[in-house]
């Protein structure tokens, strides 16, 4: 067995003593979270239940103290360090997608390439990678565009483009249907459904039927403090 076999074999990525407390109310106490490779997860619970918090706590985006995270790399060595901060490693393999995303005053292409110029990579390969995710999220017709004169739907699209442009293995995605109705948002389930398909492991908040029915996907559920992650 090859590393890269071992290595699929394992979780994603595990975190020991996730935890959040807002003044005197502990929002959550996780012992042990474990993500799982190449799955479609689904983070229900009521409003005010903490979800968002867990997920930008994830994605290194507010403050995870005490916490351990713990991962593979692609030669299957082992890893071990605190989430706060977030990993280099783990940060180029996590990307975070807000509920109402923010897309820089530039045209789509730009905002799609924004992450890739970022890491220094060589502008042939910037627009390969740049010209396959327009054409994956169907934002080609609007590549030139300017971020205020999208539809919900289109900003929707064109954020999860630049997330997946990246390639990270881990998406983190908060409601991303929520704004969206009819024909915009059956876009943007397909699209989710895609990355799913490809191998990458999607965590997203919802209350979307269709999106928690989707075939194969498995369903967390937060509530009381306490994450079920075996949820039916």
């Keep these: 067995m090859t590393p890269a076999d071992s290595t699929m074999h394992t979780p994603l990525l595990t975190v020991r003593g996730l ?3 807002i003044g005197l109310r502990r929002l959550f106490a996780i012992d042990e979270l474990v993500i799982p ?6 983070l229900t619970g009521m409003n005010g239940a903490g979800k968002t918090t867990l997920l930008r706590m994830l994605a290194g985006l507010e403050p995870a103290p005490g916490a351990i995270a713990q991962w593979t790399d692609a030669q299957g060595n082992p890893h071990s360090a605190p989430l706060d901060p977030l990993p280099p490693a783990l940060r180029q393999r996590i990307a975070y997608l807000h509920q109402h995303p923010y ?6 292409r730009e905002n799609i390439a924004y992450g890739l110029h970022a890491r220094g990579m060589p502008r042939d390969e910037i627009a390969r990678r ?3 995710a327009l054409g994956w999220a169907g934002v080609s017709h609007v590549q030139d565009t300017a971020p205020e004169f999208l539809s919900g739907g289109e900003i929707q699209r064109v954020a999860l483009a630049r997330a997946k442009v990246l390639e990270p293995e881990l998406l983190l995605l908060d409601e991303p249907t929520s704004s969206l109705d009819g024909h915009a948002r059956e876009q943007v389930i397909a699209l989710i459904g895609d990355l799913a398909a490809e191998g990458r492991t999607v965590v997203l908040i919802c209350h979307d039927r269709e999106l928690i029915n989707l075939p194969g996907v498995v369903r967390w559920k937060l509530g009381d403090g306490v994450l079920d992650q075996h949820h039916p």
Excluded: E, P, Q, Y
């Design 130 to 132: 740049v010209g396959d």
């Design 37 to 42: 490779r190449a799955t479609a997860i689904v």
């Design 103 to 108: 897309l820089f005053r530039t045209s789509v």
């Design 19 to 21: 935890a959040r407390t």
